[in-house]
């Protein structure tokens, strides 16, 4: 079981309600995408998180990656009540420690130099609470060469090698359709986090966890990146078909395209049967894993001509029968109407205050203690007067600090 939160933790609303984590109070300090991935883990566990942005009128640009209303907003800061904080005023300073005094995470995504001259790094609010896990996502690092260079996820793919690796042999370099960059580096914050927080029930300290885009993006690698390490080989654009084991990939049917991954002698023997070609397995060229990588394209030309044959369905009812894995390739209104999806809850729609909502859901159950979307994104500064009550300022206080913009 994690240890109990600081006593002094404040209450109000828990926007995540009973949970995992609703002993455990967040302050999210993040912006765009990395940092509010890593802060809605926590959230969907039931974290009491306080999201803190400036407010309205004296923030430049667009800090949070799209506009409030549109689904990339809504899907990543459901479960989190809403402060504002001027952070550039010593008073909006000094708020932000009594908050981390009573807290148990901070998490936060500036660029490595903008906290510390605010003032709010890991030292400064470590200093008034020992015992606060402090985690922080950068593009690069918190030091080193390329520390102060700005962070941006197709930048984090390409250093990362990910590019390199994806497309179509020849293509030039692609990158992923999705962030991934970002997202990874989130879920390895959040990882972080959870056991720094195991940690503390040892030690009853904090400490400071941290990770980048790019770590993420080269741990992510996997077996590409051990393939340089251990065999020094530098893995190439393999396409649709699997770097080492074949045949994988994608193949045309009658009505569109679907994956098979027929790796292994087994799955490779009850494929060539499923296909309707015994005779492949007596071909010299395919005899073994070795022979099917060295006369890949001649298998790969073979499979088509057979694939081209049936429809979609026709082949993926076929081959699981067969025990070859083999599945559709969905566009994504597709995928959400599969369903294995549907049964799943992978989509979760919130219905609050009169507003309907869907949400993407956590991929993972747990038996006693679920994940759950409580509540929609907050409205910027939402719950300044009801964070600052439960922090223990009077609401003369609560005035005061609007008059002058620090709230």
């Known amino acids: 079981m994690l240890d109990a939160p600081n006593p002094a933790t404040?209450?109000?609303t828990d926007a995540g309600g009973a949970g995992a984590l609703s002993r455990f109070t967040v302050l999210d300090l993040t912006r765009v995408r990395s940092g509010p991935t890593c802060v809605r883990q926590l959230a969907d566990w039931g974290a009491k998180v306080i999201k803190?942005?400036?407010?309205?009128?004296?923030?430049?640009?667009?800090?949070m990656g799209g506009p409030r209303g549109g689904p990339d907003f809504q899907n990543l800061h459901r479960n989190k009540r809403g402060l504002t904080l001027n952070l550039k005023s010593p008073?909006?300073?000094a708020i932000l420690k009594k908050l981390a005094a009573q807290a148990d995470v901070v998490v936060e995504n500036f660029r490595p130099d903008v906290k510390d001259r605010l003032g709010i790094g890991y030292k400064d609010l470590s200093a008034v609470n020992p015992r606060l896990v402090y985690a922080s996502i950068?593009?690069?690092?918190?030091d080193g060469p390329y520390a102060g260079r700005p962070g941006f996820d197709q930048i984090a793919q390409g250093m990362g090698g990910l590019m390199s690796i994806t497309g179509l042999p020849g293509q030039g370099p692609v990158r992923v359709g999705i962030p991934i960059a970002d997202l990874c580096a989130g879920l390895f914050a959040?990882?972080?986090i959870m056991v720094a927080l195991l940690e503390r029930e040892v030690s009853g300290k904090g400490q400071w966890v941290q990770t980048s885009l790019l770590q993420a993006q080269a741990f992510m690698l996997d077996f590409q990146a051990a393939r340089w390490l251990q065999a020094g080989e530098v893995p190439k654009q393999a396409g649709n078909n699997h770097p080492t084991s074949i045949p994988t990939g994608v193949f045309?049917?009658?009505d569109g395209h679907i994956n098979i991954a027929a790796t292994g002698n087994a799955i490779w023997k009850r494929f060539a049967i499923a296909a309707g070609a015994p005779e492949w397995l007596e071909d010299p060229r395919f005899k073994d894993a070795g022979s099917r990588s060295d006369n890949r394209d001649a298998l790969n030309a073979l499979i088509d001509a057979k694939i081209a044959e049936r429809t979609s369905e026709e082949w993926v009812t076929a081959l699981n029968e067969a025990g070859v894995p083999a599945g559709p390739i969905y566009s994504i209104d597709q995928m959400f109407a599969d369903p294995q999806v549907k049964h799943l809850g992978i989509a979760a729609e919130l219905n609050e205050g009169g507003k309907a909502q869907t949400y993407v859901a956590q991929p993972i159950v747990l038996s006693r203690t679920p994940s759950r979307i409580a509540s929609h994104p907050p409205a910027i500064g939402e719950h300044s007067a009801e964070v600052l009550r439960d922090a223990g300022y009077t609401d003369d206080d609560i005035a005061g600090f609007q008059s002058r913009q620090v709230i």
């Open 138 to 142: 950068s593009g690069f690092g918190q």
């Open 190 to 192: 959040a990882q972080g």
């Open 91 to 93: 008073e909006g300073v």
């Open 10 to 12: 404040p209450g109000g």
């Open 252 to 254: 045309k049917t009658r």
């Open 52 to 63: 803190i942005e400036m407010p309205e009128g004296l923030d430049q640009g667009d800090p």
